[in-house]
């Protein structure tokens, strides 16, 4: 297990851009591979996209591909979420999460997550 906060939601204009930060508390944060997941009210939890220990490998969802990007710096142990081109249909929580450690491969499935975030909302007015 391990802690993570995350940071840099708010109020944006459509079209507009947010970067999401999410610290986490480990030293050996560079043994997990991390994940965006976000929820929507009144809708379940979803993938938003993933990233492998080294940050060789990438996976988005259909629905952020071309304008999200994920990135992480292992010496600072945050992960990062910059979006643009922001919709309305982007507002919810977004959640950084940590699968276990030494587990290898990028996932879409929550369950596959160990650690979560408190989250960060994300509003997209048009």
């Known amino acids: 297990q391990v802690q993570l906060v995350e940071s840099g939601g708010g109020l944006v204009q459509a079209g507009g851009s947010l970067r999401l930060t999410c610290t986490a508390s480990t030293g050996t944060f560079g043994f997990f591979v991390m994940g965006w997941f976000r929820q929507a009210p009144g809708k379940e939890r979803e993938f938003v996209a993933s990233i492998s220990q080294s940050s060789t490998t990438t996976d988005y969802a259909d629905s952020v591909k071309g304008r999200f990007t994920i990135s992480r710096d292992n010496a600072k142990t945050t992960l990062y979420l910059q979006m643009t081109s922001l919709k309305p249909d982007d507002t919810a929580v977004y959640y950084c999460?940590?699968?276990?450690?030494?587990?290898?491969?990028?996932?879409?499935?929550?369950?596959?997550?160990?650690?979560w975030g408190q989250g960060t909302h994300v509003t997209v007015s048009s």
């Open positions: 999460a940590a699968r276990p450690r030494w587990v290898i491969g990028v996932s879409r499935d929550r369950a596959d997550f160990a650690s």
